[in-house]
């Protein structure tokens, strides 16, 4: 039972323009949401996170906006840069849940310079 | 800098031995760390919770016995894989966290290769 959801595997767009990365999620329970970015045999990298009770969070290039009622995130790059490409990975948790992280399956973002 | 430090970086093994994965939080001491697997092209699962002083919690199907979990003390919890098979050749990858919500900040992992 996948309860978060990438259902792009993969992603390319031109550098400068904007990149928008999708995630479902079925568990209305869910409070928290957070992307990674993941580089081949390293460990995911924080990005940029929102709770159920905003729907944007923004910082710098990068912004996430939540949708409850359509339990749907996505993150937003812009401008894209080659530097991003990457694996990226939405991951979901809820309150009481003591930070275990239910992750996507992730998406490969390819930047062309 | 890294705030997680896992060793080895990779490891080959052969059939039926068994290795330790160790994870170290470098900057704070956390009561609390997780072991996440992740085979080719998928995602990252998560194993187990990682429990200082105390028993680890593992996640449905996932085999206590043989992926034994030791957090010893609050800078290092240890994987340790028992009896490797070719079908344990993941790719490992601990946590912590990072003290605001449920953000985490991950090592770097361990590719362990079953022989």
């Known amino acids: 039972d996948q309860q978060v959801k990438q259902n792009s595997p993969s992603l390319s767009v031109q550098e400068g323009r904007i990149s928008i990365l999708n995630c479902d999620y079925t568990n209305s329970m869910f409070d928290y949401f957070l992307w990674y970015k993941k580089y081949p045999a390293e460990g995911p990298t924080f990005l940029i996170s929102i709770s159920s009770i905003k729907d944007k969070n923004e910082d710098g290039r990068f912004t996430v906006f939540l949708n409850k009622s359509a339990k749907h995130l996505s993150l937003h790059i812009v401008p894209s840069q080659p530097g991003d490409s990457a694996v990226y990975f939405c991951?979901?948790?809820?309150?009481?849940?003591?930070?275990?992280?239910?992750f996507g399956q992730g998406t490969t973002l390819q930047v062309k310079p | 800098g890294a705030v997680v430090s896992q060793h080895p970086s990779w490891v080959i093994c052969k059939s039926g031995t068994s290795v330790k994965i160790e994870c170290r939080s470098l900057d704070f001491q956390a009561t609390t760390m997780f072991w996440y697997r992740q085979f080719p092209k998928q995602s990252l699962m998560l194993m187990a919770t990682?429990?200082?002083?105390?028993?680890?919690?593992?996640e449905q199907g996932v085999e206590k016995d043989k992926f034994l979990i030791n957090h010893a003390s609050l800078t290092l919890s240890t994987l340790t894989v028992t009896s490797a098979h070719p079908e344990d050749s993941s790719f490992y990858i601990c946590?912590?966290?990072?003290?605001?919500?449920?953000?985490?900040?991950f090592g770097p992992g361990t590719r362990l290769t079953v022989l």
């Open positions: 946590s912590r966290l990072a003290g605001a919500w449920d953000t985490q900040y």
């Open positions: 991951a979901a948790s809820f309150s009481g849940n003591t930070g275990k992280l239910i």
């Open positions: 990682s429990n200082e002083g105390s028993k680890a919690t593992y």
